[in-house]
């Protein structure tokens, strides 16, 4: 059974930054893929950065070059550095993991490709 607890989430004004963080109770890097999703009021969850096994990394369109998604596999981390944040970043972020390889880049990927989650972390971002 794997673990996932996130940490970071907060208010924002836009421009802002923040960092999220997903503690697991499992080393990940290498073995896992794990991704970030955010899920807004009203709308479908949907992935935001991946990492594979190989430390290939994918974005959805809307973060690239602002959101970066990294993990310290010593620690047991992943973390989004989310830079240059707007209103549409408002969210509940949650961090996802699967064992074996990424199924799809994260633009395609489906939740129901990941049996591991997080509870979330509220991100709010203001104009």
């Known amino acids: 059974q794997v673990q996932l607890v996130e940490s970071g989430g907060g208010s924002v004004q836009a421009g802002g930054s923040l960092r999220l963080s997903c503690a697991a109770s499992?080393?990940?890097?290498?073995?896992?893929?794990v991704a970030w999703f955010r899920q807004a009021p009203g709308k479908e969850r949907e992935g935001v950065a991946q990492?594979?096994?190989?430390?290939?990394?994918s974005y959805t369109d809307s973060v690239k070059g602002r959101f970066t998604i990294s993990q310290d596999g010593a620690k047991k981390i992943l973390y989004l550095q989310m830079n240059n944040l707007e209103p549409e970043d408002t969210a509940m972020y949650y961090c996802?993991?699967?064992?074996?390889?990424?199924?799809?880049?994260?633009?395609?990927?489906?939740?129901?490709?990941?049996?591991?989650w997080g509870p979330g972390t509220q991100v709010t971002v203001s104009s």
């Open positions: 499992v080393y990940t890097s290498g073995r896992y893929c």
């Open positions: 996802a993991a699967r064992p074996g390889p990424c199924v799809e880049d994260v633009r395609a990927t489906r939740t129901i490709y990941f049996g591991y």
């Open positions: 990492i594979g096994r190989d430390g290939t990394t």
